[in-house]
T-cell receptor, first 111, second 112 residues
Framework: DQQVKQNSPSLSVQEGRISILNCDYTNSMFDYFLWYKKYPAEGPTFLISISSIKDKNEDGRFTVFLNKSAKHLSLHIVPSQPGDSAVYFCAATFGNEKLTFGTGTRLTIIP | NAGVTQTPKFRVLKTGQSMTLLCAQDMNHEYMYWYRQDPGMGLRLIHYSVGEGTTAKGEVPDGYNVSRLKKQNFLLGLESAAPSQTSVYFC???????????FGAGTRLSVL
């Protein structure tokens, strides 16, 4: 039972354009959501997060949007840069000790 | 500042062999986690610990054991390795809540 889903395995975006990565979840109890970024041969690193009491959180070029009624969150990267090429995982939790991760989306920024 | 260190980085085992993966963190974090990453499956939680001397099962615990005798170390054991345990293993730690976890660089394990 995949509670956190990233339906796009890969995405290619031109440098300077907007990258939009999507994530859907099924568990309405989730109250905190995160995005992690992973380069090859490295561990994932935390990127940005959002609480369920908000619908938007912004940090520089990165913005996460949460639509609770649709059980959907998205990560916007503007403008996209070559260094953004990586695998992005969304994750969710509901107040306990564990995160549930999605399957990841590989983002490729085309120069 | 080392953060989270995993040892070894690579290992090849034969079916039935045993091994221990070591995770060490120097951030005085309470929580520690072991994940495995397989193609198309994302990160799946094997076991985790909410403090020294505690362990709990995650999503895919079968075939693995863990121990947290010291706060800074979290060991993952495979008693009798199987080809299905071929994967990349990641250790992570967090201070209190699970929201921001810090990951090691991973251990690539092949079981032949």
């Amino acid at each position: 039972d995949q509670q956190v889903k990233q339906n796009s395995p890969s995405l290619s975006v031109q440098e300077g354009r907007i990258s939009i990565l999507n994530c859907d979840y099924t568990n309405s109890m989730f109250d905190y959501f995160l995005w992690y970024k992973k380069y090859p041969a490295e561990g994932p690193t935390f990127l940005i997060s959002i609480s369920s009491i908000k619908d938007k959180n912004e940090d520089g070029r990165f913005t996460v949007f949460l639509n609770k009624s649709a059980k959907h969150l998205s990560l916007h990267i503007v403008p996209s840069q070559p260094g953004d090429s990586a695998v992005y995982f969304c994750a969710a939790t509901f107040g306990n000790e564990k995160l549930t991760f999605g399957t990841g989306t590989r983002l490729t920024i085309i120069p | 500042n080392a953060g989270v260190t995993q040892t070894p980085k690579f290992r090849v085992l034969k079916t039935g062999q045993s091994m221990t993966l070591l995770c060490a963190q120097d951030m005085n974090h309470e929580y520690m986690y072991w994940y495995r990453q397989d193609p198309g499956m994302g990160l799946r939680l094997i076991h985790y610990s909410v403090g020294e001397g505690t362990t709990a099962k995650g999503e895919v615990p079968d075939g693995y054991n863990v121990s947290r005798l010291k706060k800074q170390n979290f060991l993952l054991g495979l008693e009798s390795a199987a080809p299905s345990q071929t994967s990349v293993y990641f250790c992570a730690s967090s201070y209190r809540e699970p929201h921001i976890q810090y990951f090691g660089a991973g251990t690539r394990l092949s079981v032949l």
